[in-house]
């Protein structure tokens, strides 16, 4: 069929002719009366990386040139009368062109709709339907009525006139101010949050190692998310070190050269601007050309090639020692994580293409709830709002800014709902929340509702136990306001499903899990914040500590190393081989998670390696502390594997009970029972122990007073100490030397008043009464034994409260107690010895020295009511204890 060519070229042709027709916009007239017309405005950059210049052509199109843009879901051209949150969200679509991908220095013209015109349009906005999200817009101000052409160019934070690649993930953006003698800086780099980017120029005298005598900024956010650039001056490969003779050396700011008075001379970068979007960071500032302080900063020859270096790591916060910002070493390849170029500032270079596209764009926190703590939900002000436009006030959970939640299927999730009156909390599938039926929407709601509202002095509790159903995303929002929280993670069986415990550490920074079976325990942990790796060890401190290190290395494998630390520094930390088993690590968003089985004891003896000494005894609390920081290695690990953020006090994990105590100082009630212990054991006891043997010779039976009071009161403390462990601790546990130690001692001490309650008669003098010598033997040999038990205890409650609280504070305590003793026994040597003397005497005056056996004769010498009649006994007893003797052998 010959016709079938021309056809198909005729119908090619008339849909040329349609499009070109539909692209002039036939039935519209497009005047050019607007004020606005031949205006230029940039767009501000609000999120996914939008950077681009917008022209007015008349008064129906417009045309963006220069444009930049990461992809959203179901993006339009949006217009609103003011660019706060409610006008914004108030908005209308303003064309039918759509932006559906990613946009590379793209040039284009767009058409408003039929019915549209600018005067009803103040901002026009790059707006994403579904999340309500502005990614960046213009605010069309008339131009000030004098000549002025056009707005100022490069007014804009984000734009400048050049741009440098420097790595794939690192960009410089300057825009020279020659006339006002300074430049404009800024530094974007696809980073994490805790990384420093750093740039400035060499020594151009220095051709070698670049870096000595360079000047450079160092530009980075803070803990709670405020960008900052320092000025610096490198003298030395090193970080930042003060000498003992006070000279400073290293990667140093300006301002640590000098003495602080003279800070203001050596500030020379100021800020300018800075945010985080989508996982980049972006700071803006300005130095002058030819610098304020001639010592520490290189002037900047704007015509000439000089050399730049430049870099990014990851940055050490702030101590006490060091209170600045300091850049750690650059760990990565050159060209990667640093590097140096040629660069002539006058030069116009750009050769930035597109937008950063970080691979981790998400910079919330992470909040996963378990089944334990509550939720606790807070309205504060917005400051780090991942998906802006948003109102003054969102939602913070756990003091986290509008974090992502994450919980389980099957799992409940207890909220503590204390963010006012107005605000109510609700689980819905609509991301914008505010209640989508006032929207004409439909939405599913899972959980809160009107009355989940409450204030911090009456907090309203609210369950939500996500089941089946659950789709993998809701988010959290208020009933009343939209976009006030975020996303909600729904996922199938987490930690807290396959272990049976879990307690919080210190600081709430990491959730230990664990579970317990016949010889081993499996433990996980997980950090609450973004890190490098994760450690948890178990000790009091991280010196003499067993740790175990998760991380993911290079190459994305999950890690999890075992170490015996003894010191302070990178060297103590010594590498163990531990038996563990099922290891797991993985990094989600940041948020590592270890876990590992691990023997209870290890299968080695005591003293081969130092990790066989490593035993975890489910009955007795274990002390775990934790850390985290930047990175780790399994070669050899050098000072920035020092952590960054670490507990700062140990939790002892019940292991048994499945619960945790902080660690304090001694608990009082412990406390008062030790005291109770040492003043019936160490005073009262003894002390009438020793009135009954040595004040017999004191006439009349005051001797007989004291023994009876001092014993009888001795045991009333002793038993309501006891009453206050026991209550203290919540039950009785006979698992320890101490308390089986106690116990023996409080039984023998309750036997002696029993037995003394059935003392058989006093025999009158003269005669022999058996029972009655046995019962006096008994009675004296039991008081003996409970007080050597009971001191007994009194140590090994010492040691206890060593192994509880730590060492130095209880080891003065232990020292008082030996030297009390000490002399206790001390003085009783000398009674003895003069009482031995006193008898002696006695009976050497007397001349009647009878089958002399005096030790065994004071025994039953402590009984006898009166001196008199002890001395008639010690004779009988004499002849008592020669038939006593093959008894007791
Ligand atoms: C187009 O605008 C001009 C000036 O505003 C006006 O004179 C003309 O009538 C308009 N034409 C149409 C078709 O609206
Ligand atoms: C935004 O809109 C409200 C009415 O919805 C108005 O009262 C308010 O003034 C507007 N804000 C600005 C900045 O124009
Ligand atoms: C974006 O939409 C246009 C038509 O509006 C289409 O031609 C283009 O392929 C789309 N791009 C992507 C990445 O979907
Ligand atoms: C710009 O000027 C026009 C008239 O000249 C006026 O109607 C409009 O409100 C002005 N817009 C702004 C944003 O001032
Ligand atoms: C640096 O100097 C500027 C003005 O030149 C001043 O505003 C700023 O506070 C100074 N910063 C410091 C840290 O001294
Ligand atoms: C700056 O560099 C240019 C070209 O290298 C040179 O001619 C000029 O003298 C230099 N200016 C200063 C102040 O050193
Ligand atoms: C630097 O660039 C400017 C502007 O392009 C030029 O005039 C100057 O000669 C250049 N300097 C050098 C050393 O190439
Ligand atoms: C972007 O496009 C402009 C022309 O619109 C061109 O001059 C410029 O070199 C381009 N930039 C890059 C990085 O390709
Ligand atoms: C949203 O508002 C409508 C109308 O006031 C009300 O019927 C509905 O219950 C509200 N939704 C929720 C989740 O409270």
Known sequence: MPRKPIFFLGFLLSLHLYFLLCYADPGRNCSKTSPLVGLRYEFTMAQHQLRGVLTILDDC???????????????????????????????????????????????????????????????????????????????????????????????????????KTLSE?????????????????????????????????????STSKLMIGADVAVAGFKEEGTPFVDDFHITEYSECITSLDGSVQGVCPDTKYEDSDSVGLVNNTQLVYGHRRDGVSFIRYQRPLEPVDKKYDLPVNSTASMTVIWAIGSIRPPDTIRPYYLPQNHGGPRLVAYGNLVLNVSENVDDCLGPLDAGDKEDQDLIIADASAPLVVMSGPALHYPNPPNPLKVFYINKKEAPVLRVERGVPVKFSIQAGHNVALYITSDPIGGNATLRNESEIVYAGGPQAEGVQASPMELVWRPDRNTPDKVFYQSLYEKKMGWRVEVVDGGLSDMYNNSVVLDDQQVTFFWTLSKDSISIAARGEKKSGYLAIGFGSRMVNSYAYVGWVDETGVGRVNTYWIDGQDASTVHPTSENLKYVRCRSENGIITL?????????????????????????????????????????????????????????????????AEAEEDLRPVLAVHGFMMFLAWGILFPGGIVAARYLKHVKGD??????????????????????????????????SVHVKFGIAAIVLACVQPVNAFLRPKKPSSGEVNSKRLLWEYSHVIVGRSAIVVGIAALISGMKHLGDRYGGENVHGLNWALMVWFMMGALIVLYLEYHERRRRRDRIFGRSNFVLGNHEEDDSLDLLSPTGTLAEKESQQSGRMEVQLEPLNR
């Not at 001795?714 to 039950?731: D, N, P, T």
């Open 169 to 205: 993930n690192y960009r410089i953006r300057w825009t020279l101010n020659a006339d006002s003698g300074s430049i404009d800086i800024g530094l974007e780099a696809a980073t994490g949050i805790m990384n420093y980017m750093a740039f400035g120029w060499a020594n151009p005298s």
């Open 61 to 163: 199109s417009f045309r963006v040139s220069q444009f930049d843009m990461l992809p959203g879901s179901d993006v339009h051209w949006w217009g609103a009368i003011a660019p706060d949150f409610a006008n914004l969200t108030a908005g209308f679509v303003v064309s039918d062109h759509a932006l559906n991908e990613t946009y590379k220095n793209a040039s284009f013209v767009v058409h408003l709709r039929q019915n549209v015109a600018w005067d009803q349009i103040r901002v026009l906005a790059l707006w994403d339907r579904p999340t309500a999200s502005d990614f960046g817009h213009v605010v069309l101000a008339n131009k000030s009525s004098d000549s002025a052409p056009s707005l100022p160019v490069n007014a804009e934070p984000t734009m400048f006139e050049n741009c």
């Open 702 to 735: 005051g001797w007989y007073k004291i023994h009876v009071y001092l014993q009888y009161s001795g045991l009333a403390i002793v038993l309501l100490a006891l009453l206050f462990a026991v209550a203290e601790l919540r039950g009785f546990y006979v698992s």
């Open 595 to 659: 876990e590992f089985t691990r023997p209870l004891k290890p299968p080695c003896s005591r003293d081969e390696r130092p990790e066989c000494k490593n035993i975890v005894d489910p009955t007795t609390p274990l002390k775990v502390i934790w850390a985290m920081g930047a990175r780790w290695t399994d070669r050899r690990l050098s000072e920035r594997n020092m952590h960054s953020v670490t507990s700062s006090r140990h939790v002892r994990v019940l292991l048994m009970r499945g619960s």
